[in-house]
């Protein structure tokens, strides 16, 4: 063999092996790309489409929210989204009204809403709540759970209502925080 040949097969070898590592560094960019995407879906946010008009006139049908859920535990007034109620498979949209151990009372003649003793002042709902469910409201919030309700209180299937009933914390997928769709409606929470 000449030392042409020779030149020529390095050569062919040299670009084999540039290739193989050139297609390996791509592989293994596009698999820390798509293990950060699952991270950061996973842990710190989520977009979530509106169902429905049960939180009018916060939110309203066809709005697209970010939910954080990164080391997120539910507060009274919070907006969150849930991945089913005590009968309902699908998620729901809802604002907190009461955490565990706190005191409930809803007074459907007045359309009040007590939590530990205090009125809540509630100007983002639509009406009084004057609409009593079929589930029994619970005096105390059990360990665990929180009550919530629509803010369009009149149309929300929510804990009033046995479909939905008393939500497991670990049922919360996490918080909603800003409307990014439609355009007009774009707002932090």
Known sequence: MDSIDLKKENDNTEEEVS???????WLHTLIISVTLVVLVLTFFFRLVDVDGRSMMDTLHDKDRVVVTNFCYTPDNGDIVVISQGQNLYKPIIKRVIATEGQTLNINFNTGEVSVNGVVLDEPYIKDPTKKQG????????????????????DHSTDSRFSEVGLIPV???????????????????L
């Open 134 to 153: 079929d589930a029994e409201i619970p005096s105390v919030i059990p360990k665990g759970m929180v009550f919530v309700m629509g803010d369009n209180r």
């Open 19 to 25: 290739l193989t590592q050139s297609c390996y560094e």
């Open 170 to 188: 670990y049922n919360i997928i996490g918080q909603a925080r800003i409307i990014i769709s439609p355009l007009d409606r774009i707002r932090i």
